[in-house]
């Protein structure tokens, strides 16, 4: 049975590979056997992430581009699959997003997030896919979108926007590739412990340089997540080894949250006393 979850000799894309949940993923993809390209606008976290790849015994091949730039990361698929022989895994997580009212935000600043979060998924895909149907391998492709995705998100209306497409986008592809024996799935984190929401956002991923948050913050965040605490992007790794391996073989087009639970919690929340509320201060009598 644990055959089923390897990846053996299966050869992994990924974006924003160098830092965060694409950097975990990169390492769990390893971890199951895969050889991975890691595409990161960061060269040193590029370079780092390969590191732990090879680190897990795997090939790994840092390049360094943007998202934003079709011609490059257009490139680097092809770059991949030549120089590996083959691509059998895509894995778009590269993404971004600045808080701020709609009413505000620019339009340069609302186009800036359509490129990274939702164009670079698709042209990642109509690359990566020609490839894997050439191969004649089928493949596996997981979109890491965001449970904003299916929920409001004030303040982040665009970039939920962008993360409800890459839903849609999810469940259409996986009609269309389906003759090729390509699944076509996505994961949805919550609140997860990355660099980046912890101020580490350019430079090598250093745990050291992290913010040290409040104990009084920390429990209002782990009460908000029915789990009690906050995600480790290694997890995400581990929902992405299952959706890239035999072990899901039957599964495509879904939505899979990662989020602690989160999405089931629908604004209820576990009280300073322990019980759930829909508000904290409110007493419903449970």
């Known amino acids: 049975m644990t055959d089923r979850i390897r990846l ?8 924003g590979g160098g830092g965060g949940i694409g950097r975990a993923i990169a390492i769990r993809l390893a971890e199951a056997g895969a050889d991975v390209a890691i595409f990161d606008i960061i ?34 698929i092809a770059d991949t699959a030549n120089n590996f022989g083959r691509l059998d895994i895509l894995v778009n997580n590269a993404g971004g997003v600045a808080a701020r009212p709609f009413l505000e935000q620019s339009e340069r600043s609302m186009r800036k997030h359509i490129d990274i979060n939702l164009m670079s998924m698709l042209i990642a895909t109509q690359a990566a896919a020609k490839h894997m149907i050439k191969g004649g391998h089928g493949g596996a492709i997981i979109n890491v979108a965001s449970i904003e995705a299916v929920r409001a998100a004030p303040n982040f209306a665009v970039y939920a926007a962008c993360k409800a497409g890459m839903h849609s986008f999810t469940k259409s592809m996986a009609l269309e590739l ?34 040290h948050h409040s104990d009084e ?16 992007d290694l997890e995400c790794g581990d929902a992405a080894v ?12 879904v939505l899979l949250p990662v989020d602690g639970g989160t999405s089931a919690s629908s604004g209820w929340v576990r009280g300073k006393n322990g019980k759930w509320t829909l508000n904290e201060g409110l007493s419903f009598g449970i």
């Open 217 to 232: 913050r920390i429990d209002a965040m782990n009460r908000l997540i029915p789990l009690a605490r906050e995600g480790i």
């Open 242 to 253: 299952f959706l890239a391996s035999a072990m899901s073989n039957y599964i495509t087009g």
């Open 43 to 76: 060269s040193e976290r590029a370079e780092e992430a390969a590191e732990r790849v090879r680190e897990a015994g795997r090939r790994a091949m840092p390049i360094t581009g943007d998202v934003m730039d079709s011609n490059a990361l257009n490139t680097a």
């Open 8 to 15: 053996d000799n299966e050869i992994a894309f990924v974006t």
């Open 178 to 211: 389906s003759q090729y024996d390509i699944r076509v799935n996505c994961i949805a984190p919550d609140h997860t412990i990355t660099p980046g929401n912890q101020g580490n956002r350019s430079g090598p991923v250093d745990p050291d340089s992290w913010i």
